[in-house]
Nanobody, 119 residues
Framework: QVQLVESGGGLVQPGGSLRLSCSAS????????LKWYRRAPGQEREWVAT????????NYSDSVRGRFTISRDNDSKTVFLQMNNLKPEDTALYYC????????????WGQGTQVTVSS
């Protein structure tokens, strides 16, 4: 059974940091690109970052580049999102997504973890 379970969300003040984790099971983790998305209240889902299978190549949306860092540990089947200098506009439900390279499918999704940035 495929599972992606996010954790690490919470309430943080502007300028603060959080580290999200997403633990995977039920598929060959190292064969999949891993992505983080987020959905703010009343808005469309937004892609945040991608790390390819080996962890060497990473891409970020313009809104988070320079503040967020995506990484993965294929041994523990976990993908991370280190979020620094958080802003109120980063408030959203954050999801991880596993996609097989070259396959145009939605892949696997977690249930999300809530991040709230507020003073």
């Amino acid at each position: 059974q495929v599972q992606l379970v996010e954790s690490g969300g919470g309430l943080v003040q502007p300028g603060g940091s959080l580290r999200l984790s997403c633990s995977a099971s039920g598929f060959i983790f190292s064969n999949f690109n891993l992505k983080w998305y987020r959905r703010a209240p009343g808005q469309e889902r937004e892609w945040v970052a991608t790390v390819e299978t080996t962890g060497r190549r990473k891409n970020y949306s313009d809104s988070v580049r320079g503040r967020f860092t995506i990484s993965r540990d294929n041994d523990s089947k976990t993908v991370f999102l280190q979020m620094n200098n958080l802003k109120p506009e980063d408030t959203a439900l954050y999801y991880c997504n596993a996609v097989y390279p070259g396959v145009s499918s939605a892949g696997y999704w977690g249930q999300g973890t809530q991040v709230t940035v507020s003073s």
